[in-house]
């Protein structure tokens, strides 16, 4: 398998040179690409390559607040904190104590957020391209601090599969519930950065593991309408990788509070190694149709729950009639 890449290059690199230890992945010549077009085409694209779905499809997912209104269309407007597209329906469902975080459509990483009261509602002047998204009051803290997780899903051939791992990104500010300082409720910034008072680990270095993910399989499974028009782009050769941010209530229930269709994928050296270039070669062996337990599928198919249930299975199995598929060596 050959690779090409023009985000996070180097862990995509070493994924391909961890996937290709396994003779079925090295042998099948292909092209596995994670080219973002954004910035600019892929002067070597091969027309048989194992490419992203068009940025047309995935752009959908990007906008925070057209995923939000199609959540709400779907009926599935529970997974994620209520969200409003004006002030004056944010102040319908407002209460005094609440907080509202004011989010941009398209930017990512905590950018131009901005984080105001019940009170400051009346005075707000709403950015052009942004919606309302209500604060959750009774979250879970590490360390008296707010954080936020992330899961990482596989979109290919018409099915989803989520990763075993993903992140916790612990805030270094003690938490109030009702504080609109932006360093308390979302600022991140500097986590790379060593002696930082921002940590992250991975999900499963993480307390009560096996709970949340249970919550994330269940959470994920409901989020499949929303995230239709990914899996309907994608085939054999088009596939997605998904980012998707979530808190932890008191009660150890999850909410969604975005979608990330192209993350960010470099971290901390600890992340980097641990998770993004396992999930990326697990990627490669699931594309490749080698089985691995890492990425479970989701499947809205209830006799295909039951048996999946029933006999513990979990895996990709890509395997045709009686062929024996190739194992993942290590």
Request: net charge neutral; aromatic share 10%.
């Amino acid at each position: 398998m050959y690779i090409q890449a023009n985000r996070a290059s180097k862990l995509f690199a070493e994924a391909g040179r961890r996937a290709n230890q396994n003779t079925h992945v090295a042998n099948n010549n292909q092209v596995f690409s994670y080219w973002c077009r954004f910035y600019g085409d892929n002067p070597d694209e091969r027309s048989d390559a194992i490419k992203l779905i068009e940025a047309e499809v995935y752009n959908q997912l990007e906008n925070k607040s057209r995923v939000a209104k199609s959540a709400i269309e779907k009926g599935v407007s529970d997974l994620f904190p209520p969200s409003c597209f004006s002030i004056a329906e944010a102040q319908a469902q407002s209460r005094p104590g609440d907080i509202w975080f004011v989010k941009p459509n398209h930017l990512s990483g905590g950018r131009d957020i901005q984080v105001v009261s019940h009170e400051q509602l009346a005075s707000l002047e709403m950015p052009q391209f942004a919606f309302l998204q209500k604060g959750e009051q009774h979250l879970h803290l590490m360390n008296g601090r707010k954080y936020t997780g992330r899961c990482y899903l596989l979109v290919w051939n018409g099915k989803v599969f989520l990763y075993r791992d993903g992140f916790y990104m612990v805030h270094g500010k003690p938490y109030d519930p009702q504080s609109c300082d932006y360093s308390v409720q979302v600022d991140h910034r500097g986590y790379e950065q060593a002696g930082s008072e921002i940590k992250m680990h991975c999900l499963r270095q993480g307390p009560d593991y096996s709970q949340v993910f249970s919550h994330l399989l269940k959470a994920n499974l409901k989020l499949l309408p929303v995230l239709e028009p990914a899996i309907a782009a994608s085939s054999e050769r088009r596939y997605l990788l998904l980012g998707i941010d979530f808190l932890r209530r008191e009660d150890g229930s999850i909410v969604f509070i975005e979608i990330n269709a192209i993350p960010n994928f470099v971290h901390t050296s600890e992340i980097n190694q641990q998770l993004n270039t396992p999930f990326f070669e697990h990627c490669m062996y699931a594309v490749s149709g080698v089985p691995t337990r890492e990425l479970v599928p989701l499947s809205s198919n209830p006799v295909r729950d039951w048996w999946n249930r029933l006999t513990g299975s979990s895996r990709v199995d890509h395997s045709a009639g009686d062929r024996e598929s190739p194992k993942v060596s290590g």
